[in-house]
Each structure stands twice: as C-alpha cells, then as structure tokens.
Nanobody, 128 residues
Framework: QLQLVESGGDLVQPGGSLRLSCVVSGFTSYRSAIGWFRQAPGKEREGVSCVSGGSGADTTYADSVKDRFTIDRDNAENTVYLHMNNLKTEDTAIYYC????????????????????WGQGTQVTVSS
C-alpha cells in the first residue's frame, strides 16, 4: 500500500529554519516527481516546491519561497526533503507531500491536480 509520511514540522521563530521530510513507502518512487504543498487556515492549498523523478535534477518553487526553500531527494531512502530557511509568519501552514503516478509523472508541477497520492501533513508554525 502506497503511503507518504511527513515529519519535521514544529514551532519556530521568524528567521528560523526547519527541514521537512517525506518518506514514501509501498511504491518505488524514484521515477516520480514529488511535491510539497501547504494550506493555511482559511486559505486554499498552494504548491510550494517539486522535484523531478530520477536524479531530481529539475526543481521548481513558488515565488513566495524562492531563495529561502530548497527541495532535494534521497532515492536510496525513498525520502524527499524540504529545507526551509528565513521562515516568515506567512509560512505558517500544514505542509503536505504528494507523488505523481500518472500523466507526465516524472516532471515537476505545482498543480495539485497532477498529484495522485498525498500524505497526512505536518504543521509548521512560525511565530515569536
């Protein structure tokens, strides 16, 4: 059974850093793109970042997180990481990872409709 489990969410002060992890099990995920999304209270879910399948050579980021967040993957561990630096209060949200298994499953996207399986999320709170 395919499963995605996020971890690493926490309460952090503005300007701080966190690393989120997404472990994929029940599926050999190295060929698939994996993305991170977030949803803040009262707001729609938005795409944050995505890494391509294979070596993960291709990545994409939402404008709001460019130059602050970095995504990478460790295929040996079936894990994708989101490194978040210089966190802002507006980054507060539940963060979800998701995997593509259909269509151009290897390519990056920030459209949630392109993703087929989702994790349960991890809470990130940025507050002083």
């Amino acid at each position: 059974q395919l499963q995605l489990v996020e971890s690493g969410g926490d309460l952090v002060q503005p300007g701080g850093s966190l690393r989120l992890s997404c472990v994929v099990s029940g599926f050999t995920s190295y060929r698939s793109a994996i993305g991170w999304f977030r949803q803040a209270p009262g707001k729609e879910r938005e795409g944050v970042s995505c890494v391509s399948g294979g070596s993960g050579a291709d990545t994409t980021y939402a404008d709001s997180v460019k130059d602050r967040f970095t995504i990478d993957r460790d295929n040996a561990e079936n894990t994708v990481y989101l490194h978040m630096n210089n966190l802002k209060t507006e980054d507060t949200a539940i963060y979800y990872c998701a995997v593509r298994r259909t269509g151009q499953f290897w390519s990056v996207s920030l459209d949630s409709d392109d993703f087929d399986y989702w994790g349960q999320g991890t809470q990130v709170t940025v507050s002083s």
